[in-house]
């Protein structure tokens, strides 16, 4: 099944993107001239986050295909 390569693919640039904008936040907020610190408190909580929220995405996809498979085998069964 090509359908997990793909959804592995999807999530190592989804955690690139994730990592790639919280170090933009921290820098951003890092070098403003006032009210920085909440974008780099935002940018750390991005980079924790959300490659949680991206892997529990991934397993959803991954979940509804396995189901979506399931099905397919009980409608040709009949």
Partial sequence: ML???FIKWIFIF???VIFIA???MITKGATARYGGGGQVIT???T???GPLVARIQCELFIVIFKIHES???LRDKK
């Fill in 3 to 5: 359908t997990p390569i």
């Fill in 14 to 16: 989804s955690l690139i």
């Fill in 22 to 24: 919280g170090i933009v």
């Fill in 43 to 45: 940018g750390l909580l």
């Fill in 47 to 49: 980079m924790i986050i």
């Fill in 71 to 73: 099905l397919v085998i």
